[in-house]
C-alpha cells in the first residue's frame, strides 16, 4: 500500500476559480503534514504546513486535515495562471526521521 | 527566512568524472539534511538523510560508497557522485530542517548533473 497518494491530474481549473487538490495517507499516527508546490524544472516550495485537525488558511491557500478519515487538502482560492504547478502532499511519519512525499498533482489553470 | 542555497547549479562532465555537490543553510542551522534525486516527470527520491558529525542514513538501493554525503557542520552537507556514469544523469536536490523533526523540509534549487 502506497503511503502518501494523490491523484496525478492534470487538473484543470478555469482561472478565478477554487482549485481543489486531495491527498490520502495511509499511517495513522502521522502528525505533520505538508503541501508543496514544484514548478516544471525547480525544486520544491514550501506553500503550508498542517499539524491538527481542521482548516488552516495563508492568503488564497488552505490547508485541511482530517485526521480520522486520513486526508489532507489544499484549496487554492481565486486561482491564478501562475499556480500552474505540481503539488506535492508531504506526511512525515513518525517512527523515522524522514517525510514521505506523494507523486504529486498537475494542475493547470486556464486563463 | 529558511533560505537553503545548492551549488553548482548545473553540471556537465565526463564519464567516470567525480562531481561534488554543496547544500548550505543559509540563515539556520539545520540539524539534519537530505539528498534526492528527480528524473524527468517523476517524483522525489529519498536518497539519505544525514545529521550533523555523524554518519548519513542511506535508503534502500542507495550505494553508499558511490553517493559520498558529508555533513560537517550545522550549515553545510556536501554530497559527491564518485565516478559518475550517464545512468546517474539527474535532478539532485537537497533539503535542510532545522531542529525538531515535526518542521518542514526547506529546499535548495536543485543541481541538474548530466553525464556525457
Known amino acids: 500500500q502506497k503511503e502518501v497518494e494523490q491523484n496525478s491530474g492534470p487538473l484543470s481549473v478555469p482561472e478565478g476559480a477554487i482549485a481543489s487538490l486531495n491527498c490520502t495517507y495511509s499511517?495513522?499516527?502521522?502528525?505533520?503534514f505538508f503541501w508543496y508546490r514544484q514548478y516544471s524544472g525547480k525544486s520544491p516550495e514550501l506553500i503550508m504546513s498542517i499539524y491538527s485537525n481542521g482548516d488552516k488558511e495563508d492568503g488564497r491557500f488552505t490547508a485541511q486535515l482530517n485526521k480520522a478519515s486520513q486526508y489532507v487538502s489544499l484549496l487554492i482560492r481565486d486561482s491564478q495562471p501562475s499556480d500552474s504547478a505540481t503539488y506535492l502532499c508531504a506526511v512525515k511519519v513518525n517512527r523515522d526521521d524522514k517525510i514521505i512525499f506523494g507523486k504529486g498533482t498537475r494542475l493547470h489553470i486556464l486563463p | 527566512g529558511a533560505v537553503v542555497s545548492q551549488h553548482p547549479s548545473w553540471v556537465i562532465c565526463k564519464s567516470g568524472t567525480s562531481v561534488k555537490i554543496e547544500c548550505r543553510s543559509l540563515?539556520?542551522?539545520?540539524?539534519?539534511m537530505f539528498w534526492y534525486r528527480q528524473f524527468p516527470k517523476q517524483s522525489l527520491m529519498l536518497m539519505a538523510t544525514?545529521?550533523?558529525?555523524?554518519?548519513?542514513?542511506?535508503e534502500q538501493g542507495v550505494e553508499k560508497d558511490k553517493f559520498l554525503i558529508n555533513h560537517a557542520s550545522l550549515t553545510l552537507s556536501t554530497l559527491t557522485v564518485t565516478s559518475a556514469h550517464p545512468e546517474d544523469s539527474s535532478f539532485y536536490i537537497c533539503s535542510a530542517r532545522a531542529g525538531v523533526r515535526d518542521q518542514p523540509q526547506h529546499f535548495g534549487d536543485g543541481t541538474r548533473l548530466s553525464i556525457l
Open positions: 544525514s545529521n550533523e558529525g555523524s554518519k548519513a542514513t542511506y
Open positions: 540563515d539556520f542551522q539545520a540539524t539534519t
Open positions: 499511517d495513522r499516527v502521522s502528525q505533520s
